[in-house]
């Protein structure tokens, strides 16, 4: 199954692909699965509300320059700031991960359609997407949800920051995944804010 490039009008097959995979599951399995690739946007919660965090709350995840950032609220598509991310999972394909990690897939342009992964960067650990093969080095999941099926998670924690660029002062989202504040990956004084990130389902989607 490769979903690197994938255009929109491939959705279908992918969905078939993903079904049979799914034979071999069990019936509460395969409802999970059919859930898992409804499409949504991914908006950002901060639970301290604060002057700072009035920048943020509540704002909606738009792709740019394969970065994932903060644009503005209840954005759609066409939106100046980037792409607002059109998200769903599904499994990642690599035979070399075993088991198979859930991956999060997103649309990142309507002309042609193209579908990519979202990540974060090992060296770096922003939050970015891709093709398969920009992707395969990094860490492509576990991705998830939590109990309530709102909350998104990676490797099953809720460890997102957003940091504040400087120079746009433009917020890009990272993953703290050693839950220290980035230290070694993020500059000592620039922004941040813990958040977490929260799924709105795209009706009809």
């Known amino acids: 199954m490769v979903i690197g490039l994938l255009i929109l009008t491939a959705i279908p097959t992918v969905t078939g692909v993903a079904q049979a995979i ?3 599951k069990t019936q509460k399995e395969r409802e999970k699965d059919a ?3 409804k499409k949504f946007h991914i908006d950002v919660y901060c639970e301290a509300q ?4 009035k920048e943020i709350h509540e704002k909606r995840l738009v792709l740019r320059d394969d970065r994932v950032w903060i644009g503005p609220q209840e954005a759609l598509n066409p939106c100046p700031e980037g792409y607002v991310a059109e998200a769903f999972y599904i499994e990642y394909p690599d035979n070399e991960r075993v088991p198979v990690e859930i991956g999060l897939v997103t649309q990142v342009r309507d002309d042609p359609p193209l579908l ?3 990540y974060v960067d090992k060296d770096t650990m922003e939050l970015k997407y891709g093709n398969k093969t920009a992707s395969i080095a990094h860490h492509v999941g576990p991705w998830d949800w939590t109990e309530d ?3 998104i998670t990676f490797d099953g924690k809720e460890l ?3 940091v504040e660029d400087p120079r746009t002062h433009k917020w890009q989202i990272y993953y703290d995944i050693n839950d220290d504040g ?3 990956y993020v500059p000592k004084g620039r922004r941040k804010i813990s958040v977490s990130l929260e799924r709105t389902l795209i009706p009809g989607a």
């Open 160 to 162: 997102f920051t957003a």
């Open 35 to 37: 859930k898992r690739m």
């Open 50 to 53: 604060s002057s700072r965090t």
């Open 149 to 151: 099926e709102e909350g």
């Open 22 to 24: 799914s034979g071999q």
């Open 182 to 184: 980035l230290i070694g």
């Open 116 to 118: 990519n992964w979202i």
